[in-house]
T-cell receptor, first 113, second 112 residues
Framework: DVKVTQSSRYLVKRTGEKVFLECVQD?????MFWYRQDPGLGLRLIYF???????EKGDIPEGYSVSREKKERFSLILESASTNQTSMYLC????????????FGNGTRLTVT | GDSVTQMEGPVTLSEEACLTI???????????LFWYVQYPGEGLQLLLK?????DKGSNKGFEATYRKETTSFHLEKGSVQVSDSAVYFC???????????FGSGTKLNVKP
């Protein structure tokens, strides 16, 4: 089975801190994604990457950046955390091709105080 | 643009009742369609998928048929269990880089 592992289940950070969310997948998937999930807003795509060192903005990239130095690892960075970034963050990966499903990690619940 | 619309919840059913969660989509071309399920405290899991018109996806007693003429992919189950209580998401993708479009999710509560 594909395993997508997010480094933290719960994280509490202060406003203005730099925050790193890490995600690792073990199935050699080309594509990796970061979503945030908020009540009433569903899942919104922040960034995705289709290859090492490649990245594309999703629907809500403002306030975030990403890094993909190795194929299996995709990091989401909040340069200066703000309270409106309190959310559930979901990492996912997939093979190339439109029939390939996303495989999700269990999520990181980030609270910014 | 491309989008997915699914019925609002929560949906509350008694055990062994029939389930239908409606999903319609807007997309040009030939998208692939998916249903995902999210149990409390977990990420999303793939439930089933269909990749072309008239395909039926099925898994764990759930099924959905890709209807291009009505742009729909409704999720059905003949007899729900308490363990089916979760949030269900309909989704589509149509690009090789797998940009997915998700519906807003439908929460299902099944009572014993």
């Amino acid at each position: 089975d594909v395993k997508v592992t997010q480094s933290s289940r719960y994280l509490v950070k202060r406003t203005g801190e730099k925050v790193f969310l890490e995600c690792v997948q073990d199935m050699d998937h080309e594509n990796m994604f970061w979503y945030r999930q908020d009540p009433g807003l569903g899942l919104r795509l922040i960034y995705f990457s289709y290859d090492v060192k490649m990245k594309e903005k999703g629907d809500i990239p403002e306030g975030y950046s990403v890094s993909r130095e190795k194929k299996e690892r995709f990091s989401l960075i909040l340069e200066s955390a703000s309270t409106n970034q309190t959310s559930m963050y979901l990492c996912a990966s997939s093979l190339q091709g439109i029939t390939s499903p996303l495989h999700f990690g269990n999520g990181t619940r980030l609270t910014v105080t | 643009g491309d989008s997915v619309t699914q019925m609002e919840g929560p949906v509350t059913l008694s055990e062994e009742a029939c389930l239908t969660i409606n999903c319609t989509y807007t997309a040009t071309g030939y998208p692939s369609l998916f249903w995902y399920v999210q149990y409390p405290g977990e990420g999303l899991q793939l439930l089933l998928k269909a990749t072309k018109a008239d395909d039926k996806g099925s898994n764990k007693g759930f099924e959905a048929t890709y209807r291009k003429e009505t742009t729909s992919f409704h999720l059905e189950k003949g007899s729900v269990q308490v363990s089916d209580s979760a949030v269900y998401f309909c989704a589509l993708t149509k690009y090789n880089f797998n940009k997915f479009y998700f519906g807003s999710g439908t929460k299902l509560n099944v009572k014993p």
